[in-house]
């Protein structure tokens, strides 16, 4: 009776150990599982709090330069410089449409430039006539300069800097000493207002030329000035695009920070940057690509472009190569212990006797 139990027993205990195997697997693979989940969302969690300090960055940066170029602005309009308060406001309120100041600002220099418009009814359609062009100038000789100054000094008011320039020049050329001065400040503002007006465009160095011409004749304003600098700035930059991106984001950050309105000069400026970063990303030199995204980025994010920065930003943690901790104790060559004793001599072998 007393071997039977033992005998019943043990089959009991057999069959209960496997489960207690398979219950402790399944809690080690939950809590491997917990912890990789707690991984992940920290991983998330910091990846996201990394994404809203960039966005934060970008968005305190932005206000910035609208600021500066407020304040640009304001010393404009104090200078007489409406035009270029003008440019700068529009540029303003193209990014903040709902800027009180940026509205204020462009209404004086409005005023100052004395084209305030007037406010047109939602309802009413308005229709503008088509401006008529003066007569060109007649080919050949001239017959009467009084007239024909007249008809210039007409393009010269309507602004039509094109017919008035070629109309000047001829003028000039025959009759070099009639009206001189007065032909000389016409020159002088054809010169000027019409390189002003190319060189925000696309014939930049046209409207150089034309800068450089009107500065032979009288001394320009400092918004001309300024505009020339960023005209030369521009030539620069553009000159390396897409052969030296190096070279193209060095003219451009000057440019970006001097004029951020001017030719699209910041997004000339990150595509450099861009490039440039992906051409280090593509010799697998992560850490300088990973620096030029970052500097992208502080103008413009995309999703493409913060998927870059995360790939060399890791690349660049792989390719760092973890500092060493320097061996100690050593005995520095200067605290050896001089030889002391005989030199040592090597043998030499005894020649054998004949």
């Known amino acids: 009776m007393s071997d039977a139990v033992p005998q019943a027993n043990e089959p009991q205990e057999q069959s209960a150990t496997p489960p207690q195997k398979k219950r402790r697997s399944v809690r080690i693979a939950g809590l491997l599982l917990i912890i990789f989940s707690v991984l992940v969302g920290w991983f998330l969690l910091i990846a996201f709090l990394g994404w809203q300090s960039g966005q934060q960055a970008l968005q305190d940066k932005q206000v910035a330069q609208l600021d500066r170029q407020i304040t640009l602005a304001e010393d404009d309009i104090a200078q007489g410089n409406y035009r270029l308060a003008l440019t700068r406001l529009e540029w303003v309120l193209e990014r903040d449409s709902g800027s009180a100041q940026a509205k204020t600002l462009q209404e004086q220099a409005l005023a100052g430039m004395g084209a305030t418009p007037e406010p047109t009814p939602v309802t009413a359609v308005t229709v503008t006539p088509a401006s008529t062009r003066l007569p060109t100038a007649t080919p050949g000789s001239i017959g009467s300069p009084s007239d024909e100054l007249l008809r210039i000094q007409r393009l010269v008011a309507t602004k039509y800097w094109e017919e008035a320039l070629p109309a000047l020049i001829a003028f000039q050329q025959q009759f070099p000493s009639f009206e ?10 054809v010169y000027m207002n019409y390189g002003l007006d190319l060189i925000s465009g696309e014939k930049v160095e046209l409207g150089m030329y034309y800068l450089t011409q009107a500065k032979q004749l009288g001394d320009l304003p400092q918004s001309a000035r300024d505009y020339q600098t960023w005209a030369e700035l521009y030539t620069q930059g553009i000159s390396f695009y897409g052969v030296n991106w190096d070279a193209s984001a060095y003219y451009f950050r000057d440019l970006c920070l001097a004029a951020p309105f001017y030719q699209s000069s910041c997004d000339h400026l990150i595509t450099a940057l861009v490039s440039l970063g992906d051409q280090y990303a593509f010799a697998q030199d992560w ?23 995360t790939e060399a930003q890791e690349n660049c943690l792989l390719a760092t190569p973890t500092p060493s901790e320097p061996i100690t104790d050593t005995v520095p060559i200067t605290d050896t212990a001089p030889f002391e004793g005989d030199p040592f001599i090597l043998p030499t072998e005894t020649p054998e006797t004949p």
């Open 287 to 309: 850490c300088p690509a990973q620096n030029l995204y970052n500097e992208a980025i502080s103008y413009q994010t995309t999703a493409e472009l913060n998927n870059k920065r």
């Open 180 to 189: 001189r001065e007065e032909t000389d400040q016409l020159l002088y503002d």
